[in-house]
């Protein structure tokens, strides 16, 4: 069973401040996608990993895949309150059909 | 391009009833996965149709079985539901069976079950 535990689970920051999110496995995966669920709503692709130690910008949020791709984080820089929400970490094996969650990490951002 | 629907949004049924989830796949998508997520915590795998097959499943018991029609709809039907079994069930497209393509997902139907 592929395993990814998220740290930490729940996040609350003030705007502007710095943040990081890490997403960890005792498994490898071929590729690693970050998205954002807010209440109510479907998790929303944020971004997609696929080489070990990549690492993507999206504005304000940097990505980061472990070299030996079993771990990745997300680093967010001057949080605002839009920031808010579920962020989950997702891993494709490769060989297997589905794409394994991992246990969330809630971020509230205030002002 | 239309998005993923999800129907009903809302839905509250009695212990050992049956229900069935529906879902519309995005334009262009082949395969569609289904997960179901507790509250506040990470969406967890039931299976996956590509091309109107069954294309992996996770831990769920038999009773969770599904469907994928030619224009690549489906469905998700639970019998004998349980109190567990309340939940927001997501359902999430891609193209492709076994490539890692981003997923799009419906905004899930809430199911209690008192």
């Known amino acids: 069973t592929q395993l990814l535990e998220q740290s930490p689970q729940f996040l609350s920051i003030q705007e502007g401040e710095n943040l990081t999110v890490y997403c960890n496995s005792s498994?490898?995966?071929?590729?690693l996608q970050w998205y954002r669920q807010e209440p109510g709503e479907g998790p929303v692709l944020l971004v997609t990993?696929?080489?070990?130690?990549e690492v993507k910008k999206l504005k304000r949020l940097t990505f980061q895949f472990g070299d030996a791709r079993k771990d990745s984080s997300l680093h967010i820089t001057a949080a605002q309150p839009g920031d808010t929400g579920l962020y989950l970490c997702a891993g494709w094996a490769g060989t297997a059909s589905k794409l394994t969650f991992g246990t969330g990490t809630r971020l509230q951002v205030t002002l | 391009e239309t998005g993923v629907t999800q129907s009903p949004t809302h839905l509250i049924k009695t212990r050992g009833q049956q229900v069935t989830l529906r879902c519309s796949s995005q334009?262009?998508?082949?395969?569609v996965s289904w997960y179901q997520q507790a509250l506040g915590q990470g969406p967890q795998f039931i299976f996956q149709?590509?091309?109107?097959?069954?294309?992996g499943r996770g831990n769920f018991p038999p009773r969770f079985s599904g469907l994928q029609f030619p224009n690549y709809s489906s469905e998700l039907n639970v019998n004998a539901l349980e109190l567990d079994d309340s939940a927001l069930y997501l359902c999430?497209?891609?193209?492709?069976?076994?490539?890692?393509?981003?997923?799009?997902f419906g905004s899930g139907t809430r199911l209690t079950v008192v």
């Open positions: 498994s490898v995966f071929s590729s």
């Open positions: 999430a497209s891609s193209a492709g069976g076994l490539v890692a393509s981003g997923y799009t």
């Open positions: 990993v696929v080489t070990g130690g």
């Open positions: 149709y590509y091309r109107e097959e069954e294309n």
């Open positions: 334009s262009g998508h082949n395969t």
